[in-house]
């Protein structure tokens, strides 16, 4: 306990100095192996933004990923290591490698790869993360088949939401980040995946065009959780 003590406020330094590098959005982070588990993992907490002139070394990025996950953040052995490289490659203290040529032909990613952005909170098997994050699971079905949910569940995914919601008798008070540096075609992907957890039998394929019509609306997280409130669930 006293070491933790000792140590508290350079950990909230070095905490800070995460949130600085990953402020404003994905599309600074350099190409490399490790990205989408940098931006699937660390966006729990943060926006995902620009990286700053100054580089950290392996050994502080490591005590960083050990705060965080002191903090809550949960990682497999696997996962840690991969980050680890990840932000000791290409934002340490020496230069970055040069990005990898990117193929003539990427493979189209599918929901459950997009997913892995929200397994952070709502679980891989969308069986949530309390008290802090719902589960999916379940919940998507009653979304959708209320009036307004599934017009919801499109803005919450892309705009986020900001207050406490009650789910199943329980109270859930986490920050959802919004996800609007994802593209129109992922987020329809991922909603399709959520919809295999249980729609309607007269459920209807979110689609790109349905989401770049939603992004018009320039919502706040705390109106989406007005609309929420609105809604007539079970």
Known sequence: MRRLEKGFLPWMALALGLLGYLAFGQYTLPEGPGKDLVLGKCQTCHDIGFVARERLSRDRWDGIIDEMVLRGLKLTSEERGAILDYLATYLGTEPPPAPPQVQASPAPKTGAQVYTNCAGCHGPQGEGNP????????????????????????????????????????????????FSWLSDEEIALVLNHLAEWGAPKDFKAYTPDEVKAARAKGLTPEEVLKLRQGLKLP
Not at 138 to 143: D, E, P, R, T, W
Not at 159 to 170: A, E, H, P
């Open 131 to 178: 008290p802090n994050f719902p589960p999916l699971k379940g919940h998507v079905a009653s979304l959708l088949g209320a009036e307004g949910g599934r017009s919801y569940l499109l803005l919450a995914v892309l705009y986020g939401v900001q207050g406490t919601i009650r789910i199943g008798g329980k109270e859930y008070g986490g920050l959802m980040p919004g």
